[in-house]
């Protein structure tokens, strides 16, 4: 699984624990719903920390129970 992939899958996972959707995730977040759509459909590769930021505190939770996954220790380092 790459970088990208497990964003999209932590966002997916924490709407359907917490039973919202993503447009529901984007206005507790103050984002455009675009702006979650481009991430989880593709159209944005490289979404930006303060995004993900906003999402976090939409949700209430911080960045290290983002990013606090198997799928993300498991990922390869990018750069060789």
């Given at each position: 699984m790459d970088?990208?992939?497990?964003v999209r899958a932590r966002i997916l996972?924490?709407?359907d624990e917490r039973g919202i959707t993503i447009n529901?995730?984007?206005t507790?977040?103050?984002l455009p719903p675009s702006?979650?759509?481009n991430i989880l459909y593709g159209k944005s590769l490289n979404p930006k920390l303060i995004t993900i930021k906003m999402l976090c505190d939409g949700i209430g939770i911080t960045l290290?129970?983002?990013f606090s996954t198997p799928e993300f220790?498991?990922?390869e380092q990018e750069i060789r």
């Open positions: 970088t990208i992939s497990a996972r924490l709407c529901k995730l984007a507790m977040s103050a702006s979650v759509k290290g129970e983002f220790d498991a990922l």
